[in-house]
T-cell receptor, first 112, second 112 residues
């Protein structure tokens, strides 16, 4: 089984719909992250969390919200999806500052 | 302003030769630098990292060099193998948050 699991892997949704992307990890790490990747670009940080009670905005948090339900679970929500949120979304975990991050396989989201 | 830049979108090398991937950064506060490799339809996977107190780190065929005065790092792959063909991301982090800022990636193609 993968250390970091994202569901769904692919999703097509309509403009204005609410959608949730889920992430779970078995690494036992406290830190979890949500990134977005657009074609030809690097990964941009949406939100990050140090533990269940510590959630922080990243560089592109507008239009997104997150929930850290448990140490192992970190979900990303789009309250009202719009077409420019069409992208590849990655969840990641790490155990400390500067340490390597472990990524999920990604969720390809298309908003039509 | 992009703090981590990979100015070469693509690189093509012959099998057995050296691959050199470059990365420049602007934030002198960065204290960890990481390289990730990404295959299509997969999440990024960690390759090698270097602390800002070092100028070189080696792991098998992979070596990362850091030039702090020039705010430049490079990844050397010797010898290059066809299986190394992937997108390589440079990332940098600093402070307690440890959240990484990514470059846009360089697509490496190793020809047999």
């Amino acid at each position: 089984d993968a250390d970091v699991t994202q569901t769904p892997r692919n999703r097509i949704t309509k403009t204005g719909k609410r959608i949730m992307l889920e992430c779970s990890q078995t690494k036992g790490h406290d830190r979890m992250y949500w990134y977005r990747q657009d074609p030809g670009l690097g990964l941009r940080l949406i939100y990050y969390s140090f533990d269940v009670k510590d959630i922080n905005k990243g560089e592109i948090s507008d239009g997104y919200s997150v929930s850290r339900q448990a140490q192992a679970k970190f979900s990303l929500s789009l309250e009202s999806a719009i077409p420019n949120q069409t992208a590849l979304y990655f969840c990641a975990t790490s155990d400390s500052a500067g340490a390597e991050a472990f990524f999920g396989q990604g969720t390809r989201l298309t908003v039509v | 302003d992009q703090q981590v830049k990979q100015n070469s979108p693509s690189l093509s090398v012959q099998e057995g030769r050296i691959s050199i991937l470059n990365c420049d950064y602007t934030n002198s506060m960065f204290d960890y630098f990481l390289w990730y490799k990404k295959y299509p339809a997969e999440g990024p996977t960690f390759l090698i990292s270097i602390s800002s107190i070092k100028d070189k780190n080696e792991d098998g065929r992979f070596t990362v060099f850091l030039n702090k005065s020039a705010k430049h790092l490079s990844l050397h792959i010797v010898p290059s193998q066809p299986g190394d063909s992937a997108v390589y991301f440079c990332a940098a982090s600093w402070g307690r948050a440890g959240k990484s800022t990514f470059g846009d990636g360089t697509t490496l193609t190793v020809k047999p």
